[in-house]
């Protein structure tokens, strides 16, 4: 098993920043993929970032490049998305996820990740 805990979210104003943790145990992940997701109100699920663990590459929805980064620190077995630049629209509840990384993955599809955090609420204010 994996378990997956979120921190971070809070309530920003437009052009502030917050940063998401994603604290993971219960096995080793160098052969995972960690995504972030979020889901607004009223609306589904949707990609956000993700890396992989073993060499760091990353995957950014094209909505959040250029603001959000997403990083990992091996030794503390933690995944971060890094926001900057927030805006109204990226209010939603994030969720870390993690997936096994094999041929057929695909990052930007939350059907490709077995373990979910609960999620994070993050607001930003216009």
């Known amino acids: 098993q994996v378990q997956l805990v979120e921190s971070g979210g809070g309530l920003v104003q437009a052009g502030g920043s917050l940063r998401l943790s994603c604290a993971a145990s219960g096995r080793t992940f160098s052969s995972y993929v960690m995504g972030w997701f979020r889901q607004a109100p009223g609306k589904e699920r949707k990609f956000v970032a993700a890396i992989t663990w073993s060499a760091g590459l990353t995957y950014y929805q094209d909505s959040v490049k250029g603001r959000f980064t997403i990083s990992r620190d091996n030794a503390k077995n933690t995944v971060y998305l890094q926001m900057n630049s927030l805006k109204p629209e990226d209010t939603a509840v994030y969720y870390c996820?993690?997936?096994?990384?094999?041929?057929?993955?695909?990052?930007?599809?939350?059907?490709?990740?077995?373990?979910w955090g609960q999620g994070t609420q993050v607001t930003v204010s216009s």
């Open positions: 996820a993690a997936g096994l990384y094999t041929d057929g993955f695909i990052a930007t599809l939350s059907s490709a990740y077995d373990y």
